[in-house]
Each structure stands twice: as C-alpha cells, then as structure tokens.
C-alpha cells in the first residue's frame, strides 16, 4: 500500500511514542492532515474501563465519563456487533437516550459525522478508532471512500502501540468455553431468563447453574451480566 509521505512521518512518530501525549499529539497531526474536526482513539474494557486519546475537547472527554454515555453510545454499541469500519449514519440512534446523548454531543463540538473502525486484538480486546466532522452526507462519502484503508492503517497503527504502552490493561487469555457454556451464555445474553434457558436446553436450572458458574470462573468475571458482557466483548459468543 502506497503511503503519502506525510502520513508516513506521522506513522515514524507515532512508533517512537513512549506515551499517552504522544498518541494524543498523533491523533491531532492526523487531525490536522485530513482537515476534519476531530480523530480519536478509545479503547474499552468489558468492565467499562476506557483508556485513549483524541481531539475532543476536555469538556466533552469529562461529560462523557461523568454521565456514562458509555452505557448508551451507539458508536460503542454498535461497533461491538461489527467488524467492518461503521458510518454514524448506520447505526441505531432511534432511542430517546440515544437521540439525547447525539444532542448533547454536537452542543459539545463533536461532529454530525463519523467513521469508526473497531478494532479487536489479542484475547478479545476492543477499541475504537475514529474520524469526525460536520459536513453534509455527500462530502462525508466522499471523504470516507478516498481515505477508507488509509483510516483502517492508522487504527491498527495506534492499537499497536496503545498496547505496546499500556499491556497490564490487555485482557488475559480465558479458557475457552464448552460447547454447553457457550449455548447457555448465548441464549442469556439474548435476554432469555434462566428457566427459559434451562428449558431451551432441556436440562435442569440446577444443571444450568453449573454451567453459568464454570463459565463466569473461566471469565474471570464477577457475575453473570459480568460473565456475558466479557463473552460478547472477547467472540466467544454472538448474538
């Protein structure tokens, strides 16, 4: 792949980096090389522990944490179920919640467009890369065809080194699960109850029990909405 030389320079800083204002500070050169409002890198943990940088503005970084919009982002959301690069434009912002959070984002200087890359690495760790600007729909098109695999470099580029500097925040390996943990965590993270799930699986909710339990211990997980978030989150089950 043919990289324009500036992007290059950009790419030799960023794998020089020995810390978080050094990503920060590549996030805004990248930033600046496009044009656009804003490029940010977020990774997140299944027990919603967020680590990243960017070009949004304090105020935003600050509200975003302190209303856990995490819970409720639709970027976040739907970029967990994807494994292709996502348009805003494709996602689920139909809920009151959300329409408020999108709101409350734009009065805060986030773009109305965005193009994220969802990014898994080692044992089911998930981050986000994105790009964002206001623009009408048809130059945002246009942005993201020209610059498509230029942006899904650059998010590899800054998980490699997010995780070179920060590996006691990578996931640890996990057993995998048996074909019956797996049936059963599935069918919970669908929203079934434990007596719908034991009867799907024509066993007892004793049985089902110890199924549960055996999963969330080689999750290492805390209970079972713990267990089922680190399932989704590492592709050891999908919904």
Same mark, same amino acid.
């Given at each position: 792949?043919?990289? #324009?030389?500036?992007?290059?320079?950009?790419?030799?800083r960023?794998?020089?980096?020995?810390?978080?204002?050094?990503? %920060?500070?590549?996030?805004?050169?990248?930033?600046?090389?496009?044009?656009?409002?804003?490029?940010?890198y977020?990774?997140?943990?299944?027990?919603? /522990?967020?680590?990243?940088?960017?070009?949004?503005?304090?105020?935003?970084?600050?509200?975003? *944490?302190?209303?856990?919009?995490?819970?409720?982002?639709? /970027?976040?959301?739907?970029?967990?179920? !994807?494994? #292709?690069?996502?348009?805003?434009k494709? $996602?689920?912002?139909?809920?009151?919640?959300? !329409?408020?959070?999108?709101r409350?984002?734009?009065?805060? %200087? +986030? %773009?109305? =467009?965005?193009?994220?890359?969802?990014?898994?690495?080692?044992?089911? =760790?998930?981050?986000?890369?994105?790009?964002?600007?206001?623009?009408?729909? %048809? +130059?945002?098109?246009?942005?993201?065809?020209?610059?498509?695999?230029? $942006?899904?470099?650059?998010?590899?580029?800054?998980?490699?080194?997010?995780?070179?500097?920060?590996?006691?925040?990578?996931?640890?390996? /996990? *057993?995998?699960?048996?074909?019956?943990? @797996?049936?059963?965590?599935t069918?919970?993270? /669908?929203?079934?109850?434990?007596? *719908?799930?034991?009867?799907? $699986?024509?066993?007892?909710?004793?049985?089902?029990?110890?199924? @549960?339990?055996?999963?969330?211990?080689?999750?290492?997980?805390?209970?079972?909405?713990?267990?089922?978030?680190?399932?989704?989150? !590492?592709?050891?089950?999908?919904?």
């Amino acid at each position: 792949m043919r990289i #324009e030389p500036h992007l290059e320079r950009i790419w030799e800083r960023l794998a020089q980096a020995d810390g978080q204002p050094e990503l %920060g500070q590549a996030c805004e050169d990248l930033r600046d090389h496009y044009g656009i409002l804003h490029v940010v890198y977020h990774w997140v943990d299944t027990a919603g /522990v967020q680590y990243g940088c960017g070009t949004y503005g304090p105020l935003w970084s600050e509200r975003y *944490q302190a209303h856990n919009y995490l819970r409720i982002d639709p /970027v976040v959301a739907g970029c967990y179920r !994807r494994f #292709e690069p996502v348009d805003w434009k494709d $996602l689920d912002w139909s809920s009151r919640a959300a !329409r408020q959070f999108h709101r409350d984002a734009l009065d805060h %200087g +986030v %773009g109305n =467009q965005g193009f994220s890359v969802p990014i898994r690495g080692p044992h089911g =760790q998930f981050a986000l890369f994105t790009t964002n600007h206001s623009c009408t729909d %048809g +130059v945002w098109a246009a942005f993201t065809a020209r610059h498509r695999r230029d $942006l899904i470099w650059a998010a590899h580029c800054f998980n490699e080194k997010a995780l070179a500097l920060a590996p006691d925040r990578a996931p640890c390996a /996990v *057993q995998a699960l048996s074909p019956r943990e @797996v049936d059963a965590m599935t069918l919970l993270a /669908v929203g079934y109850s434990r007596a *719908q799930v034991a009867d799907r $699986l024509s066993i007892s909710e004793h049985t089902l029990r110890a199924y @549960v339990e055996s999963a969330r211990f080689k999750l290492g997980a805390s209970n079972t909405t713990h267990a089922v978030a680190r399932a989704l989150s !590492r592709g050891l089950i999908v919904v």
